[in-house]
């Protein structure tokens, strides 16, 4: 239980007290010593699920993760993903349609308006200006002004849209229920659907560029391309587990 460092590429771990007892949501590095985790502490009578009544925590370590302090804490923080520019520039979504972001590393935290009740579960911005984010019933949200306005977009689909990923302000996947994978070319005023011949629902998306990327999923599902979406190809995967999120590592992507 609670978080977890390797500092020899994975082959051992060492628990780390970040000082919280809390369910552990998300981590995410900008560097190797500024980092962030999105932690949820269940109220009483919520019998430990971390959902309705929760307390959102969002904790930041400066040294590589040795140590880590609480930058905020309370209902309004239940958080579901992060995305990180750079040390200083951070955005987190999640419940109710909450987007907040920090331009100082954390020290303040500003709400965005998005302008909708339902769960941002995921977040991801192309530049300091350009980001997307996706929410339940197929729901897509766009950004051309560093998240001061949000705009409702199209995808003609009701499937839930897990995770989303921007390699521009024009290229972005979503991914969600029932393998679903979306792709845009024009900055989400259309959506096309890809195929990964899986009903599994897809939970995380990554790009390390316009042509290379990483889907995960349910029942340890892992689809890799090399072509940019146009054919998903399965991966070797070591669980049979629900894989919930990818990362790029130092030399190549993670799950």
Same mark, same amino acid.
């Given at each position: 239980?609670?978080?977890?460092?390797?500092?020899?590429?994975?082959?051992? #771990?060492?628990?780390?007290? *970040?000082? /919280?007892?809390?369910?552990?949501?998300?981590?995410?590095?900008?560097?190797?010593? &500024?980092?962030?985790?999105?932690?949820?502490?269940?109220?009483?009578?919520?019998?430990?699920?971390?959902?309705?009544?929760?307390?959102? /925590?969002?904790? =930041?370590?400066? !040294?590589?993760?040795?140590?880590? &302090?609480?930058?905020?804490?309370?209902?309004?923080?239940?958080?579901?993903? *992060?995305?990180?520019?750079?040390?200083?520039?951070?955005?987190?979504?999640?419940?109710?349609?909450?987007?907040?972001?920090?331009?100082? %590393?954390?020290?303040?935290?500003?709400?965005?308006?998005?302008?909708?009740? #339902?769960?941002?579960?995921?977040?991801?911005?192309? !530049?300091?200006?350009?980001?997307?984010?996706?929410?339940?019933?197929?729901?897509?949200?766009?950004?051309?002004?560093?998240?001061?306005? +949000?705009?409702?977009?199209?995808?003609?689909?009701?499937? !839930?849209? =897990?995770?989303?990923?921007?390699?521009?302000?024009? =290229?972005?996947?979503?991914? %969600?229920?029932?393998?679903?994978?979306?792709?845009?070319?024009?900055?989400?005023?259309?959506?096309?659907?890809?195929?990964?011949?899986?009903?599994?629902?897809?939970?995380?998306?990554?790009?390390? !560029?316009?042509?290379?990327?990483?889907?995960?999923?349910?029942?340890?599902?892992?689809?890799?391309?090399?072509?940019?979406?146009?054919? +998903? &190809?399965?991966?070797?995967?070591?669980?049979?587990?629900?894989?919930?999120?990818?990362?790029?590592?130092?030399? =190549?992507?993670?799950?």
């Amino acid at each position: 239980d609670g978080a977890h460092q390797s500092n020899d590429g994975g082959k051992t #771990w060492t628990n780390v007290d *970040i000082g /919280v007892e809390a369910d552990l949501y998300r981590v995410s590095f900008a560097d190797a010593n &500024n980092g962030w985790i999105l932690a949820r502490k269940a109220s009483a009578g919520d019998g430990g699920r971390g959902g309705g009544g929760a307390t959102g /925590v969002i904790l =930041k370590t400066a !040294d590589g993760g040795k140590t880590w &302090n609480e930058q905020a804490s309370g209902p309004e923080y239940v958080m579901s993903d *992060i995305t990180i520019l750079d040390s200083q520039n951070v955005y987190v979504s999640g419940n109710g349609g909450a987007v907040f972001n920090t331009k100082d %590393g954390g020290n303040e935290w500003i709400q965005q308006d998005t302008s909708i009740v #339902w769960d941002i579960v995921s977040i991801s911005f192309a !530049d300091s200006m350009n980001g997307f984010a996706s929410s339940t019933g197929g729901l897509l949200l766009r950004t051309n002004d560093g998240g001061a306005s +949000w705009t409702r977009l199209t995808s003609y689909t009701s499937y !839930d849209a =897990k995770g989303i990923f921007a390699v521009s302000s024009k =290229k972005a996947w979503a991914v %969600g229920n029932y393998g679903l994978i979306l792709t845009t070319d024009d900055g989400g005023d259309t959506w096309n659907s890809q195929r990964c011949y899986s009903y599994d629902n897809l939970n995380a998306v990554y790009f390390a !560029d316009a042509n290379h990327g990483w889907v995960v999923g349910d029942s340890g599902k892992i689809f890799a391309t090399t072509d940019g979406g146009q054919t +998903w &190809n399965s991966a070797s995967s070591p669980t049979t587990g629900n894989l919930r999120d990818i990362q790029k590592g130092d030399r =190549k992507s993670v799950v």
